[in-house]
């Protein structure tokens, strides 16, 4: 019984993590007859198979692709300049002492907890008064105030890790301060940095309320935004199947970033969090 | 600190004027790199929060907007003597106290069997991260499309539920979809911060109350759980705080029907549905200020030291 009880429970953290994710890709498998009829229901799609023909639907949809395409853009750009940023403040948080560095840890955290909604109405106001209502750049700042919190706090814990004198050593040996920055800081920083990264991607992929509040075309929508409003061909009836699908494409980066990437991640996640 | 960087002579014992002026340049070079990020930060956050503060006097409708007018303080007296807001704010509590307390139990279970676990350890990391990387809207679809009677497996798969039961007819039915979704993307999130937290605690310890006699649940309530209280502290109230804000899963899952509106969604609803975005101010400066309130009640309540589980103390 003891020596059961861990494989058991290993299975029950992966039954709770894959369920919903099995679920829908079996339900973008479904015919949506079956699906708005309530021909088919349970989990496999045993009378409703239609192979990949949500899948192609959804593809050949303009706007759904324009989402893809905008939701990468945006969160790419989003994530370079806030990861830039966030790696100057967090060297600086790390290695120099200065004054004001609590205050920016703390507006850091302040931000992070902020409601987003808060923001909404204003932001909603003042960027059509500005131009930037429904274009990429009206989603990259926002985006950026709120991954720069989250890439500084993971950073600063990293950059507390590195052993800054080796820099120092190495000049020390006949490197001059250049090389020992490239040789010595740049390889040990960089994992940290990547990280930083993959986490930011993340959140800025994973927006939904200024997605939804600072768009209203194609132009900028991003593709968490689209789904919610994806209608389909019946527009009383929600397409579920074309939906599962479209979400399945959507999840498809994040399963691959998570394969690859599993160990920095965690690592990433909790030390921004717990250790310091 | 001596402040002797004007005077040249240096007596034995006082700083070099090298070193303060080192002192200095890095001073100046910590505060040049730290600029950009917090300007970033405080003009995207600072700014339309000082304007939604001076909108909320106003009545402002962007359906008329000529008409735009100021009137004190009364959008906050309206909002506040509604009852809309006040349900709003009740359930935003609930659904925040409920999935926070499933979050925490189930976390734990799961961080304990990662912590033990030694095969399947990369297989059992990478299936954790799926939850907490996928985008909440889709989980929120795929969790509504598992409660609908006509097409979803839940139904089936409950013996104490009939198979035509509307999880979406009523209120409590229509709450516990909307957590399970919630909790269902959020629990490895907090699995991992308490597994940092667990990794922390030193196996000696455990040992040594092993030895003592301390049976398994003595042992995780006198020796693992104070020992990992910082982490737990730090992981619920980020939780918390995070939960308070929730949207993403009511928006797709109920659209607020059904009384399952949070007061995110009452204040998205005033400005954005409805254009007013005078009132939609008032709710969002009130939103702002009833998280300061729950972040300030954590804290204090659960003396969370944010410091001291940075490792800064």
């Known amino acids: 019984m003891r020596k059961l009880a861990l494989p058991l429970g290993v299975l029950l953290v992966m039954v709770w993590c894959l369920l919903p994710i099995a679920w829908i890709v079996s339900l973008s498998f479904k015919s949506q007859d079956a699906v708005s009829n309530g021909t088919d229901p349970g989990f496999l799609p045993l009378d409703s198979f239609t192979g990949w023909d949500n899948y192609t639907a959804v593809w050949d949809d303009d706007q759904f692709r324009r989402s893809i395409i905008n939701s990468i853009g945006i969160s790419l750009i989003a994530t370079i300049l806030s990861v830039a940023l966030a790696t100057l403040a967090a060297y600086a948080i790390a290695r120099l002492e200065f004054k004001g560095k609590r205050f920016v840890l703390s507006t850091a955290l302040a931000i992070a907890m902020f409601p ?34 989250l890439a500084i706090w993971t950073l600063s814990a990293f950059f507390r890790e590195i052993p800054w004198e080796m820099e120092q050593a190495a000049q020390v040996d006949g490197a001059t301060s250049w090389q020992a920055f490239r040789k010595v800081i740049v390889p040990l920083a960089a994992p940290g940095v990547f990280t930083a990264a993959i986490l930011t991607f993340f959140f800025a992929w994973n927006d939904f309320v200024f997605g939804i509040t600072l768009t209203s075309t194609e132009a900028a929508r991003p593709i968490p935004a689209a789904l919610s409003f994806f209608v389909g061909p019946d527009p009383f009836q929600r397409p579920a199947g074309l939906l599962a699908a479209a979400a399945v494409i959507a999840t498809i980066p994040i399963v691959i970033i998570v394969l690859l990437f599993q160990r920095k991640i965690v690592a990433g996640l909790t030390s921004g969090a717990v250790k310091g | 600190m001596t402040t002797t960087i004007a005077t040249p002579a240096t007596k034995a014992g006082d700083i070099p004027p090298e070193v303060s002026d080192r002192t200095r340049a890095e001073n100046r070079l910590g505060m040049k790199l730290v600029a950009p990020a917090l300007i970033v930060m405080l003009v995207v956050t600072a700014f339309p929060i000082l304007r939604a503060l001076w909108l909320s006097f106003y009545n402002y409708s962007l359906t008329a907007p000529e008409d735009r007018q100021f009137v004190g303080i009364d959008n906050y007296v309206t909002a506040l003597t509604d009852s809309l807001f006040w349900r709003d704010i009740g359930m935003t509590v609930i659904y925040m106290l409920v999935t926070v307390a499933f979050e925490l139990v189930i976390g734990f279970a799961f961080a304990m069997i990662m912590h033990r676990v030694i095969f399947a350890r990369g297989v059992i990391r990478t299936s954790i991260l799926i939850p907490y990387g996928i985008i909440t809207v889709v989980s929120g679809f795929a969790w509504q499309f598992a409660f609908t009677y006509q097409n979803g497996f839940v139904n089936g798969w409950l013996p104490f539920v009939s198979a035509d039961f509307n999880w979406f007819g009523d209120t409590v039915p229509a709450v516990i979809a909307i957590m399970v979704s919630e909790i ?4 490895p999130f907090m699995s991992l911060l308490l597994l940092a937290g667990l990794a922390q605690v030193s196996d000696d310890m455990i040992e040594a109350a092993k030895v003592d006699g301390a049976t398994w649940w003595q042992r995780l309530f006198k020796v693992i759980l104070p020992n990992m209280r910082a982490a737990i502290m730090v992981a619920v109230l980020f939780r918390a705080l995070d939960a308070y804000r929730i949207f993403d899963n009511i928006f797709v899952m109920t659209a607020g029907a059904q009384n399952t509106e949070s007061i995110s969604f009452l204040t998205y609803r005033q400005s954005i549905e409805q254009f007013q975005l005078g009132m939609g101010s008032a709710l969002a400066v009130l939103l702002f200020l009833s998280v300061l309130l729950v972040a300030f009640l954590i804290v204090k309540l659960f003396r969370v030291d944010l410091a001291q589980a940075r490792g800064e103390s």
């Open chain 1, 116 to 149: 987003v909604v808060s923001l909404v109405s204003p932001l909603f106001d003042l960027w059509r008064q500005f131009g930037l209502y429904d274009t990429w750049p009206g989603l990259i700042i926002p985006y950026m105030s709120f991954t720069l919190p």
């Open chain 2, 184 to 187: 269902w993307k959020t629990t």
